[in-house]
Structures are given as C-alpha cells and as structure tokens.
C-alpha cells in the first residue's frame, strides 16, 4: 500500500543549482498535484494536472516547471533554486478534480 | 483576505478534554469542505469531506460538521495519540476544484 512516493526525502542545493522531486501514485488516479508548505502559509498549490496530458499553474507557478510523465508520474522541476523556494514540498493525487487527495510525505528542499 | 480561517492556532487538552476545532470560510458557492489530520514529518492524511450545510461525519473520537459559513471538528474524549495538526480546505464554485487549505490548528493532548 505504497499511495503516494516522493524523492527525495531531503535535499541541500546551492543557489542557481537546477533539480527535479519526482511523485508516483499507484492508485490509478487521474488527478496529481505539487504543493508547497511554509510556516504560517499553509498549503499552496504549485501546479495541477487533472489528467494524463494536462498541466496548469496552482496559485505560485513562478520559478517551477512540470511534467506529467504518464498516468502515475508527475515531476515538479526547479531550474535556477533560490533561497525562497526552501520549503516542504507535497506531491498529492485524487480519483478526479475535487475528489479528497491522498498525500506523499514530502521533500524537505533547503537553498543555500 | 484569508477565504479559510482556522482557529485556535493551537489548543493543549487534557486526555478525556472535550473540545471543537473551528473553520471559517468566506467563499461563495462552496462545493466541498475537507478535514485533514497533519503528523510531524508526514503528509496530510484525508479524514471527511462534508457538501452541504447540515452534513455531519464521524470517525471514532472525531465528529465533523458544516454550516453555511464554518465547520467544526469536535473530538471526543481525546487520547495522547490524537496529537496532531488538523487542517481543513475548500473548494467553490468557479476554481476548477482546486483545494484552498486553511493555516492548521496543533492540537496537543496530554495525559
């Protein structure tokens, strides 16, 4: 009963370095999602794919590129990392848009 | 302005301490509101979805219910294990059902 797989657990980047947090669900749903959480924030949507071939930006998409892989893989990208994207970072998925989404247990990112 | 607004920030109990946990929310057209149950170090876990004002769930010592502006999570004679960040999130009309979530209560229950 894996649900939700995030790599990696952690991770240290230099400012400017580049990387990407994969997520894999094996649920078969349709829907994924990347979120980010920060003291005092909340939960903010990054990006979404509702289905397989689609991506659109959440609510802070600025700095962040993804890709939805196939069905079950959805990878979120930092190109150039700066000390302001130092968060925890959630990959979730649902059976469909405004179905109850099922959470990884999250990247824990640091920029130097 | 905040659309979800959860309060206390954060509330000590007593085990056996009765107490609500409350979510405000400013939207209009609600489609759904969430219940979410956060552990140190993990990812949020899904407990309750209520639709419609008047709707009310349960799960052993947790009882979630909804009006038109707030919804409440009541625990139950709470136990140490029960310890945890809850969170809640909305979805409305006309934001293709993206999840708004709310800051979080941390609740700590004590023996």
């Known amino acids: 009963n894996a649900g939700v797989t995030q790599t990696p657990k952690f991770q240290v980047l230099k400012t400017g370095q580049s990387m990407t947090l994969q997520c894999a669900q094996d649920m078969n749903h349709n829907s994924m999602y990347w979120y980010r959480q920060d003291p005092g924030m909340g939960l903010r949507l990054i990006y979404y794919?509702?289905?397989?071939?689609?991506?659109d930006k959440g609510e802070v998409p600025n700095g962040y590129n993804v890709s939805r892989l196939n069905k079950r893989e959805f990878s979120l990208r930092l190109e150039s990392a700066a000390p302001s994207q130092t968060s925890v970072y959630f990959c979730?998925?649902?059976?469909?848009?405004?179905?109850?989404?099922?959470f990884g247990d999250g990247t824990r990112l640091s920029i130097l | 302005e905040d659309q979800v607004t959860q309060s206390p920030e954060a509330l000590r109990l007593q085990e056996g301490e009765s107490s609500s946990l409350n979510c405000s929310y400013t939207v209009s057209g609600l489609r759904g509101l969430f219940w979410y149950r956060q552990d140190p170090g993990k990812g949020p876990e899904f407990l309750f979805t209520?639709?419609?004002a008047g709707e009310e769930k349960e799960k052993e010592r947790l009882k979630a219910t909804l009006t038109k502006k707030e919804s409440f999570l009541h625990i139950t004679a709470p136990k140490p294990e029960d310890s945890a960040t809850y969170l809640c999130?909305?979805?409305?009309?006309?934001?293709?059902?993206?999840?708004?979530f709310g800051t979080g209560t941390r609740l700590q229950v004590t023996l």
């Open positions: 999130a909305v979805i409305w009309v006309g934001t293709a059902s993206k999840l708004t």
């Open positions: 794919s509702a289905s397989e071939g689609t991506t």
């Open positions: 979730a998925s649902s059976q469909d848009m405004g179905k109850p989404q099922h």
């Open positions: 209520l639709y419609s």
